[in-house]
C-alpha cells in the first residue's frame, strides 16, 4: 500500500488567491494522478504524469496546473481561485505495471472558494 | 456510453443485511482489469480488489465477496452482514488497453447501513 500525502486537508480561501495542493508519495511510484471529485461523487480525472518532466491533461478541463520536478513530488496549483473551484481534490499514485496497475490515494483536499 | 456503470446511486439497509452493489462494464478488450474502492465519510479511496479478466473464481474476504460474471460483463460486490462501518461510497473501475489514465471509474454507489 502506498503512502501518499495531500496538503492542507480543508481550504477555505477568497476568489483571486493563488493557491497550491500538495501530494506527496514514498513510495517511489513513477505515476502520479489528480482527480476532482464534486458532491454528485464521480471522479474527473484533470491531470497525470508518468514521471519527472511528463505531465498531461485528463478528461476534465481544468484551469489548474501541476508539475512534477521530483519523482514523489506532484503539486496542483489555480493561479486564480473562483467559486467554481469548490471542490475535493485527490491525488493518487501508481507503480506502473501496465493495465495490472493500481492506483493508491491521498485523503483529499477540500477546496472552497468564497 | 458509460464504460462502468454502476446503476444503484444509493442504497440504505439496516445492520446485519446483506447488501450487494452491482457493476457493469463495457469493454472489446479481452485482457482488462476490474477494480473496487471504498469511500468512507472521511474522504479518501481505499483499494478493495483487483481482478483480471482472466479470472473469473469467485473472490472472498471476510464479509466481503466478489461475483466476477464475463458472461454478463458484471462484477458485483457482496458486503455480507453490513455494518455501520461500511457505510461509504463504492467505485467500481475498469482498466483495459489503450487507456492512457488507466483507470475508468464508475459513478459510485453510496451505502448507508443504519444501526
Given at each position: 500500500e502506498a503512502d501518499i500525502y495531500q496538503t492542507p486537508r480543508y481550504l477555505v480561501i477568497g476568489t483571486g488567491k493563488k493557491i497550491t495542493l500538495e501530494c506527496s508519495q514514498t513510495m517511489g511510484h513513477d505515476k502520479m494522478y489528480w482527480y476532482q471529485q464534486d458532491p454528485g461523487m464521480e471522479l474527473h480525472l484533470i491531470h497525470y504524469s508518468y514521471g519527472v518532466?511528463?505531465?498531461?491533461?485528463g478528461d476534465l478541463s481544468s484551469?489548474?496546473?501541476?508539475?512534477?520536478?521530483?519523482?514523489?513530488?506532484?503539486?496542483?496549483?489555480?493561479?486564480?481561485?473562483?467559486?467554481?473551484?469548490?471542490?475535493?481534490?485527490?491525488?493518487?499514485?501508481?507503480?506502473?505495471?501496465?493495465?495490472?496497475?493500481?492506483?493508491?490515494?491521498?485523503?483529499?483536499?477540500?477546496?472552497?472558494?468564497? | 456510453a458509460q464504460k462502468v456503470t454502476q446503476a444503484q446511486t444509493e442504497i440504505s439497509v439496516v445492520e446485519k443485511e446483506d447488501v450487494t452493489l452491482d457493476c457493469v462494464y463495457e469493454?472489446?478488450?479481452t485482457t482488462y482489469y476490474l477494480f473496487w474502492y471504498k469511500q468512507p465519510p472521511s474522504g479518501e479511496l481505499v483499494f478493495l480488489i483487483?481482478?483480471?479478466?482472466?479470472?473469473?473464481?469467485?473472490?472472498?474476504?471476510?464479509?466481503?465477496?466478489?461475483?466476477?460474471?464475463?458472461?454478463?460483463s458484471s462484477f458485483n460486490f457482496t458486503i455480507t452482514a453490513s455494518q455501520v462501518v461500511d457505510s461509504a461510497v463504492y467505485?467500481?473501475?475498469l482498466s483495459e488497453t489503450g487507456?492512457?489514465?488507466?483507470?475508468?471509474?464508475?459513478?459510485?454507489?453510496?451505502?448507508?447501513v443504519l444501526p
Open positions: 518532466n511528463s505531465t498531461e491533461k484551469e489548474s496546473t501541476v508539475s512534477r520536478i521530483r519523482t514523489e513530488h506532484f503539486p496542483l496549483t489555480l493561479e486564480s481561485a473562483r467559486p467554481s473551484h469548490t471542490s475535493q481534490y485527490l491525488c493518487a499514485s501508481s507503480s506502473g505495471e501496465g493495465l495490472a496497475d493500481t492506483q493508491y490515494f491521498g485523503p483529499g483536499t477540500r477546496l472552497t472558494v468564497l | 469493454t472489446r478488450d483487483r481482478r483480471n479478466s482472466f479470472d473469473e473464481q469467485n473472490e472472498i474476504s471476510g464479509r466481503y465477496s466478489w461475483n466476477f460474471q464475463k458472461s454478463t467505485f467500481c473501475a487507456s492512457a489514465r488507466q483507470l475508468t471509474f464508475g459513478s459510485g454507489t453510496q451505502l448507508t
